[in-house]
């Protein structure tokens, strides 16, 4: 059974920085692409960051220059750097693996994590 676990979110003013950490257990982590959503209040949930096996990234538009996902097979861990962080990054951030097709067609989601940038 797939299992992850976010940490890391928090209070932050405006300008500042967090790092979001998610760790993974019972899944093919090597293998799945893995990342981070976020859902604001009233907002439909959207993609942040994602990073294939093969180490392919895509980021939405708004974080492009201030977010850095990366991660660390050895510890089935996926991060997310948050600098610059705006007040419209205020959201649940949400961990995801996304295993291929072959092995499972189900998408796993951590519980989440808040983020408030708020001054």
């Known amino acids: 059974q797939v299992q992850l676990v976010e940490s890391g979110g928090g209070l932050v003013q405006p300008g500042g920085s967090l790092r979001l950490s998610c760790a993974a257990s019972?899944?093919?982590?090597?293998?799945?692409?893995v990342g981070w959503y976020r859902q604001a209040p009233g907002k439909q949930r959207e993609m942040v960051a994602r990073i294939s096996s093969g180490l392919s990234i895509s980021y939405t538009e708004s974080v492009k220059g201030r977010f850095t996902i990366s991660r660390d097979n050895a510890k089935n861990t996926v991060s997310l750097q948050m600098n610059s962080l705006q007040p419209e990054d205020t959201a649940v951030y949400y961990c995801?693996?996304?295993?291929?097709?072959?092995?499972?067609?189900?998408?796993?989601w951590g519980q989440g994590t808040q983020v408030t940038v708020s001054a």
């Open positions: 019972g899944s093919d982590f090597d293998r799945s692409t």
């Open positions: 995801i693996l996304d295993p291929p097709d072959w092995i499972s067609p189900d998408v796993y």
